[in-house]
Structure formats: C-alpha cells, structure tokens
C-alpha cells in the first residue's frame, strides 16, 4: 500500500520504518557517529555534496534522522520533505531564515509563542527585516490590507499561543498566493493529525516535536516541512548554518509519533470535558478553548479541524495576578513549568504580549490535560478555584 492510500493513523505508526533501515528491527536503531568510513577516496568524494539516504557525516544525517524526517513528511500531502532541528525556536528561526532577506517585511500573528517575538524583535530586525504584527482575528480581507511590496512571508499561529485564537488560514494563504507571500505556519497544537496544513495552502509547516510528538516530556526536537517549491531553499539553509539533531534525540520522538493518535485523542476527550466543566464555575470568566463556541475563530476550527489537543486557557473572573498565582499554586496534580503536550498536565499563569490587539480581560492561566483521570484533575482544579474564590 503506497502512503497516500494509508490514513494518518497507519502513517504515525509505519512512517519512516524502510526495511534497509530497520535491518530486520520493529524500531530503527540509534546511530551515533561522526565519522563515517569508506571504501576509497573515490566513493567518499561521491558521498558529497550531502544529501538525504546517503551517508557522509554525522551532522548531515543518518538512517535515525532520515526515519523521522521522512515520516513526518509523509503526515503531509503535497510535502517534498522535513528538515529536523535541536528545538521548535530553532525550527521557526530557520524557516525564516530560509524565506526572508534583509529589506523584507514579514507579517506575524500577534499571538505568536513569545520566542518567535523575541526572534522577529532581535534576530530579523538585526538583519534589516521588518516585521509587522496583525491581528489574530483579523479576516482574510484584512490580513491582504496590510501587504505592502515588501511583504514577502506571513506567519500564521492557530490556534494562538497563550490566547487560543484560530484563523482563517485557507482564506489567508489564498491572499498570500495571490500576491506571491509565502506562508508559514507553526502547527504545534494541532499537528498534522488534527490539521493538514500543505493541502490548506501553507507552505512551510513547522512543529516543536518536543510537544506531542516526543510526547514524554524528555525531548528537545523541531521540524519543517516543506513543499517541493520551498525545500530545496530549506534544505540549504539548514545545511548552511550546521543544523543537526541528535540521534537519541530523534529516536525518542519516533518512538513518540508511533503512539500520538492515541495520546492526542486522550488529551482531547480529557480536555473537553474539563473546559466544559470550568465555563460553569464561576471564578472564571471565559474559557479559550477553540472547540468552544465561545473561543475567537471557532467556526475556523469548525470548519478546518479534525479534532483539538490538551492545551487551553482560562480567565479568571475579578481577581488580581497575584490570586491567579495562589491559584496554581494550590493544585497538586498540575505542575508548574514551561512546555506542554507530554503525559504531565500543567498549569502557568500567563501574561501575553501584544501590540496589534488586545487580550482577554482579566489574568490568564494556560492549562495543559495530561493524561491523569479527567476527574482527578476536575477536583484538583476545584481545589484550586476555591483558594481564590
């Protein structure tokens, strides 16, 4: 069976798994070398420039690398190829890189993951790249107001990071083709099981793998994937700069992406049921999630989505910063920390900057479900809205 005939199911667990590669093996073994040895000067020579299946030197990759790459590339129709790096940061900052030159404006969501700000605010404006932050809201129509000559790259963000709001991002990349913009998106909370991002237009999709592909909490791994008109440019940039992953690195989250469709669909159920269970609770105001009516975009999830992961938000009804601080504080089975989308829920108050829109009244706490009891979590929680209500 091809892997266009296979359902993303099949895809997550068959991927990437070449029998050349796998050496009789269910898992592709962890190759960790440097050096590689040939047989005469003549086939060493033939082994460059690098390119993928074909050994080399450690940083341009191995069957351990070249197993991911490949089947999360396969997770995309109409993808060309992935490109692995050493984090989701270094997974946008290298896109990016790969799509703007010095005197180019780029178009970015407002409610952009805030190392992606820092990398537009520093990095791209140190190079003579403009970036111009739009709504998250903002209507296809609206988004193509803003193009000007030098617009060459939009960043897209949906649902956005801390705040959850979902765009349009068929209509968008439709604009953007029409003035030939090219598209990014960073599809981290979906990931191309509840999202196929390629077939809507986008042009480099970008996940931080350490999130639910790795799945387990004890991995740091970003990937691009490209379409064939945009690959080759990525490709380069990436070899370029010396990009690499290491080996146990990809290994851990190939061995992640083979159980995601059940960890993602566990997280959602779980998810749901919370949220729904905290709109009725009344020191919250509102709750961000874009399965939700009431979350900005939801006819866009409605419409595009396939299904929503573990990862929320909610607003605290008439308390200061410092209450939703002793609220988290107060749960037990929530840690405190950065990231998400391992087995762990956790809770983080959450202050989002913004300069072309506005948040939600109110103090924000973003919530990750794990994969504890959704009821065990429900009463936790209920702890914790009692300590500041």
Known sequence: MSSKDKRPDTKLVHGGRRGEWLGGMVNVPVARTSTVLFEDVASMQAAYPPRDGTLSYGRNG??????????????????????????????????????????????????????????????????????RYYDPRATAAEVEAL?????????????GSLTFEVQDVPGICAVARKHGVTTLLDNTWAT??????????????????TKYVAGHADVMLGSVTATEAYWQELNRTARLYGQSVGPDDAYLAARGLRTMGVRLRRHEDSAIKIARWLQDQAPVAQVLHPALESCPGHEYWKRDFTGSSGLFAIVLNDVDEAAAARFVENLDLFGIGYSWGGFESLALPVQPKRTASTSPPGPIVRLHIGLEDPDDLMADLDRGLRAIA
Request: glycine share 6%.
């Open 62 to 131: 191995t069957p351990t690398l070249w197993s991911l790459a490949e089947a999360l590339t396969e997770l995309e129709p109409g993808a060309a190829g992935t490109r692995l790096y050493p984090s989701g940061a270094a997974a946008v900052s290298f896109a990016l890189a790969s799509v703007v030159k010095p005197g180019d404006q780029l178009l970015m969501v407002d409610s952009v993951y805030q190392p992606t700000r820092t990398f537009c605010d520093l990095g791209l404006k140190r190079y003579g790249i403009a970036t």
């Open 147 to 159: 193009l000007s000559r030098t617009t060459k790259a939009i960043f897209m963000e949906s649902p």
């Open 192 to 209: 191309p099981l509840f999202f196929q991002a390629l077939p809507r237009g986008i042009d480099l999709s970008i996940l931080a793998c």
